[in-house]
């Protein structure tokens, strides 16, 4: 129902209610009054029969010897027909408890008494006697109701009386129905002008309702930009100028949320064709641990279709590395980041496959992170590449190195034939030859040492050692020759333990080695610091000389068997160093520059913060592979 008809119905009530209470208030309120002008004619009426009476008795007596008193009353009657009775009733007779109905005209004075109810007239007569005020009564006579006035009189010198009047109600219906129709009409008419004026208000009210319901109808199918043609400074004009203002910022909001929508949609499809297209395998899941999200090369390296894995847990990680992963799946939901690691995956069908793997967390704004991305890559391919690289340079480095024995070999051989050739042909033995070929064979045991300690692993025993005093003996025993060569030793040692689990001969080899090397580079003498400290979770050695440098070029070939500056060098030496520290699970590393000096870095796990025993060679510990 719309609100013009509720208005309309709403009005049109109101008004019929207000007219059916004035006209029933209207028609008590008339009859009321034609009541009270009835009653007032009837006094009217009994004073004027009353004076006519007593004028008539000045010369008679009794009131029934009145000439032509009843032709008086007779003549009242037809000249107003709402009387229809009129009577004078003496109360001691009427009212006599000794009278009976029978006996009607018993008591009556005057008049007729043909309507008469007696029990109820003669309460009346007793009541207007008694009180002395007029008695009013309405009743029924004849099946038509009638008002009865019952007038008591005590005129001087006669005895008192009750002039009872009958009139009619006819006339006061009659009139009391001329009002009702008439009322009937009135009130049909203001009902039908309330109803059309109730009509153009709730049009005129309801106008901007009905435009604001157009615009809201309009704002609902997705037109924000009419607007309301509502004028004025009223409640439904602030209304519309809010919705106008309220589809403006939809309108605004809206937009901005398809523009949103369309780079969401850009960025969705890129980021699918880019997971779609890559060739490393992605799979999401959320924090349970189940599958939200594969993609192709997800299925091309393990074997599930998308269909069979999401929504359920997979058991990509063997039995042997669950507890590993299952450790490294709580840090990262704990917010720990892990670098990328290696690992070992099962397939569908349960072969094993090398992969490298990098899982992240998946943050969420409001609820934190929400489950974790994995990448992974196969990484068969490229372990068994590696593996032909590693065997290929191990080839290579075993050819240059036995190139380079060859060549370094060939020299004292020749040296020794041509020795034993002269021997040989003079039949003597000279002892300075002797000599010179017992020092060649001495060379020729150097090289093929040395070429051992680079081929073939030695067996050693790792102890807990304090490199202070490594170090120290090593000084000592260099102390002699760096002062012959005009070199001097400036030593910076830390107050703290300095252990490491090492082979100390190996670890005097390298110092020697390099300090060494330090004194040869100044034949014009010179200082080479020493500098030992701690340095994170590593000791830290660095040696310093004032010597002559390298250049990139020689720098860039350090390390390679047999190259060496030195005229009596093997150029295994370093090499030799960078195995053995190595083996330690340090790092050697070299800086020079040409004709200012050399510095060489490294680098060896303190014992202190050594976490793994076996790795680190606990002291008194097992054997480990060296150089």
Same mark, same amino acid.
């Given at each position: ?26 028609? =008590? ?9 009835? +009653? ?42 709402? =009387? ?43 009541e207007a006697i008694r009180t002395g005020e007029s008695v ?62 109730? =009509? ?49 910022? +939809? ?55 998308? +269909? ?16 590993? =992963?299952?450790?490294? #799946? ?63 340079? /191990? ?7 036995a190139a380079g024995v060859a060549h370094e070999i060939r ?18 033995l000279n002892v300075k030859h002797v000599d010179l070929m ?42 002699? +020759? ?44 010179? #200082? ?37 500056? /030195? ?17 330690? /699970? ?24 050594? /976490? ?16």
């Amino acid at each position: 129902m719309s609100i013009k008809l509720k208005l309309m119905m709403i009005m049109s009530a109101i008004v019929l209610v207000i007219l059916l209470l004035s006209m029933t208030l209207n028609y =008590y309120m008339v009859g009321d009054s034609l009541r009270r002008d009835s +009653q007032s004619n009837m006094l009217l009426a009994a004073r004027q029969i009353e004076s006519s009476i007593e004028r008539s008795l000045s010369t008679i007596d009794k009131v029934e010897d009145v000439p032509n008193f009843e032709d008086m009353l007779e003549q009242m009657q037809k000249n107003d027909p709402r =009387y229809l009775e009129i009577t004078g009733i003496d109360p001691a007779t009427f009212t006599s408890p000794s009278r009976t109905d029978g006996a009607m005209h018993a008591g009556i004075l005057f008049g007729t008494y043909q309507q008469g109810q007696w029990n109820e007239d003669r309460a009346a007569v007793a009541e207007a006697i008694r009180t002395g005020e007029s008695v009013m009564l309405d009743s029924r006579m004849r099946d038509k109701k009638v008002l009865k006035g019952f007038i008591p009189f005590d005129p001087p010198g006669r005895d008192p009386y009750v002039m009872r009047i009958v009139m009619s109600y006819q006339h006061i219906s009659s009139l009391m129905r001329e009002l009702f129709c008439s009322s009937v009409v009135i009130s049909s008419v203001l009902l039908v002008i309330v109803i059309c004026g109730s =009509y153009v208000l709730a049009c005129y009210f309801t106008r901007p309702v009905q435009s604001i319901l157009e615009k809201v109808n309009k704002v609902a199918s997705g037109e924000f930009d009419t607007q309301f043609d509502v004028t004025g400074n009223d409640e439904l004009a602030q209304l519309s100028s809010r919705i106008d203002i309220m589809a403006f910022n +939809q309108g605004l909001y809206t937009r901005r949320l398809e523009q949103m929508y369309e780079e969401n949609r850009a960025v969705k499809e890129h980021l699918e064709s880019v997971i779609n297209q890559t060739a490393d395998a992605i799979h999401v899941t959320d924090t349970e641990d189940v599958v939200v999200r594969v993609n192709q090369a997800f299925e091309d390296l393990y074997g599930w279709h998308p +269909q069979e894995v999401i929504g359920k847990r997979l058991n990509l990680v063997p039995e042997e590395l669950k507890e590993t =992963y299952e450790d490294q #799946r709580q840090r990262l939901l704990k917010g720990e980041s892990i670098s990328s690691t290696e690992s070992v995956h099962l397939r569908k069908d349960g072969s094993r496959v090398e992969v490298s793997i990098s899982i992240a967390p998946i943050h969420d704004e409001e609820k934190g992170i929400v489950g974790l991305i994995s990448v992974t890559r196969d990484m068969t391919s490229r372990n068994r590449m590696e593996e032909l690289l590693r065997r290929s340079e /191990k080839l290579t480095t075993v050819g240059q190195l036995a190139a380079g024995v060859a060549h370094e070999i060939r020299n004292p051989l020749t040296t020794l034939r041509g020795f034993l050739q002269i021997q040989q042909q003079t039949g003597t033995l000279n002892v300075k030859h002797v000599d010179l070929m017992l020092s060649e064979l001495d060379r020729i045991n150097l090289i093929v040492g040395e070429f051992l300690i680079l081929a073939k692993p030695q067996a050693v025993q790792f102890q807990r050692t304090d490199i202070r005093c490594i170090l120290e003996d090593v000084i000592s025993l260099l102390d002699s +020759q760096a002062h012959l060569c005009g070199v001097e030793f400036h030593i910076q040692v830390t107050n703290q333990p300095t252990a490491v689990f090492c082979a100390e001969n190996q670890l005097k080899q390298v110092f020697i080695n390099l300090l060494k090397n330090a004194i040869e580079a100044m034949p014009n003498g010179g #200082r080479i610091s020493i500098e030992l400290c701690l340095y994170e979770e590593n000791v830290k050695i660095v040696i310093k000389d004032e010597g002559t440098g390298m250049s990139p070029e020689v720098m860039a070939k350090l390390g390679e068997p047999f190259f060496t500056k /030195k005229d009596a060098g093997t150029g295994l030496g370093l090499m030799v160093s960078q195995r053995i520290i190595q083996s330690h /699970k340090g790092l050697l590393d070299m800086e020079s520059i040409e004709g200012e000096g050399t510095t060489v870095t490294i680098l060896l796990p303190w014992a202190a913060c050594a /976490k793994d025993a076996g790795t680190a060679g606990e002291a008194g510990g097992g054997l480990q592979n060296g150089v």
